[in-house]
């Protein structure tokens, strides 16, 4: 190779190179200007005094605490907060360490509930050191946001943007304290805009690839322009560490939370009343369905607007106020964040055609819990059918045990292989075979008689408080 040549050819790569890293964002202005609105907040929660290691994982509730490392465990229940197992959760006092960010000069913080949950006393230390007590305004458990007020003026706020704009494989940037190491900056992309969660399932999460670690918990998410998108709230791990997957609450919701906190000290949400699942694709056979969507309505709450609406168990939601639900982690995003009182129109289909039904949203109560009652004693059961469930009828001393408020269903005291591959179990009422209702044993065999080799059936199923379709396919006699 000539040295003529050879000259050309590193040109060319240090030209591809110098191409490439002008291409990658600059965050230099962007965390100076900003840098000064992130605080670092400090709860007390009792006397103050943590209780460290094994005080902590000798609790009932630790998750396994003892087999995450030191400093790690938090991550298992609120991932950064002080109710986590292990680390520095309290046991009658104790700290818990986050992020906030100011979003007014007059003095208003936001950061997470987990941050500030239980705390007697809060402290917010300022970029120029200088430390103050921080009044809660108000919390909003579901959404994970709180509302602090410190007494001071012309202090430095964020620009606060929109997150309904964001698109995933936009860059992020993060400010706050992991580990107590004050103003670290993380970046990274938008993975998913309006990421569904169990335990959250109001709150449309922006899921980032941005290293988040214990302490960032409250700090701001923001866009290339320097506007705040998010805030910092959770990760997921299976280790303790940071897994590549973060979840920040959207700005919009939170500045939403805010203005209710201010007005009402509370936040109100939408509901409709009804218990969903999602649907697969031996659901979407059995309802006849031609594409797997929606959800699956198990159950209306007597009096609530879906019931007053015409809603009924079996009907699959396929559209709210003319958007899609695509899964059913769709449809409580949106409910949430109707205004309790506003009239929405729901697209659902039933036995085959789909029809608009509009419907009154009342505000989300708090939930309560169920217990899963228990039956025995039954005769020797007749699975001869299809499905191979043998059932009961139940008697009235059961019925009230079940909190059944009417003469339907059968208790199921024996299952086949079909029935366990779709998760019942003995003790669970069998509600509704299809569409069809059924009081007795005699009801419930005349109505799975027919089932063939092949088939799907949808039954409802009532297990503690909680009511649910459960598709059960029959093997096919092929192979």
């Not at 040295?3 to 962007?30: E, M, N, R, W």
């Not at 509704?432 to 005349?446: A, D, I, L, P, W």
């Not at 092949?454 to 379709?469: C, N, T, W, Y």
Request: charged content about 20%.
């Amino acid at each position: 190779m000539s040295k003529v040549y050879k000259i050309g050819v590193f040109a060319a790569l240090f030209a591809l190179a110098a191409s490439a890293h002008a291409d990658l964002p600059d965050f230099t202005q962007l965390v100076e200007k900003n840098g000064p609105s992130v605080v670092n907040i400090t709860a007390t929660q009792g006397d103050g005094v943590a209780q460290q290691g094994a005080d902590a994982d000798d609790q009932d509730d630790d998750g396994g605490a003892q087999n995450v490392p030191p400093g790690m465990q938090d991550f298992f229940r609120r991932f950064f907060g002080p109710n986590g197992p292990g680390g520095a959760r309290p046991r009658g006092g104790g700290e818990s360490h986050g992020s906030g960010f100011v979003i007014s000069n007059d003095g208003y913080i936001l950061t997470n509930n987990h941050v500030v949950d239980g705390a007697e006393k809060v402290i917010v230390r300022l970029s120029d050191r200088r430390e103050l007590d921080a009044k809660v305004v108000g919390t909003d458990k579901t959404s994970d946001v709180a509302l602090l007020k410190v007494n001071a003026s012309g202090l430095p706020a964020v620009s606060i943007g929109d997150s309904a704009k964001l698109k995933p494989g936009q860059w992020v940037v993060a400010i706050g304290s992991p580990f107590g190491f004050d103003h670290t900056v993380t970046h990274g992309v938008v993975s998913y805009v309006g990421r569904g969660n169990r335990s959250e399932q109001y709150v449309p999460f922006i899921q980032t690839d941005v290293p988040i670690n214990p302490g960032n918990s409250g700090g701001p998410l923001f866009n290339l322009d320097g506007q705040v998108v998010g805030i910092n709230s959770q990760i997921y791990s299976n280790s303790g560490g940071y897994m590549g997957v973060s979840f920040a609450v959207p700005i919009n919701m939170a500045m939403n939370t805010v203005e209710q906190l201010k007005t009402t000290g509370k936040v109100s949400r939408g509901m409709i009343g009804v218990q969903i699942r999602s649907i697969g694709r031996n659901d979407a056979k059995a309802l006849g369905l031609n594409q797997v969507g929606g959800a699956l309505v198990n159950e209306v709450t007597s009096g609530s607007g879906a019931e007053k609406a015409g809603i009924q168990p079996g009907d699959v939601i396929v559209a709210y106020d003319g958007k899609n639900i695509d899964q059913s982690s769709d449809l409580p995003l949106l409910v949430g964040n109707t205004k309790p009182g506003a009239t929405a129109n729901l697209k659902v289909f039933r036995d085959g055609k789909t029809i608009d039904l509009p419907v009154t949203v009342g505000e989300l109560p708090t939930e309560k819990g169920g217990k899963l009652a228990s039956l025995g004693g039954r005769t020797k059961p007749d699975n001869s059918n299809p499905l191979g469930i043998a059932v009961d009828d139940i008697s009235s001393d059961d019925r009230r045990a079940l909190g059944l408020k009417d003469q339907n269903g059968v208790v199921i005291s024996q299952t086949g292989p079909v029935a366990q591959r779709g998760g019942l179990q003995r003790g669970d009422v069998v509600l509704k075979v299809g569409r069809v209702y059924v009081k007795n044993t005699v009801e419930f065999q005349g109505a799975v008689k027919d089932v063939k080799p092949g088939d799907s059936v949808m039954l409802l199923i009532k297990r503690g408080e909680a009511a649910q379709f459960v598709t059960l396919t029959v093997p096919s006699n092929k192979g």
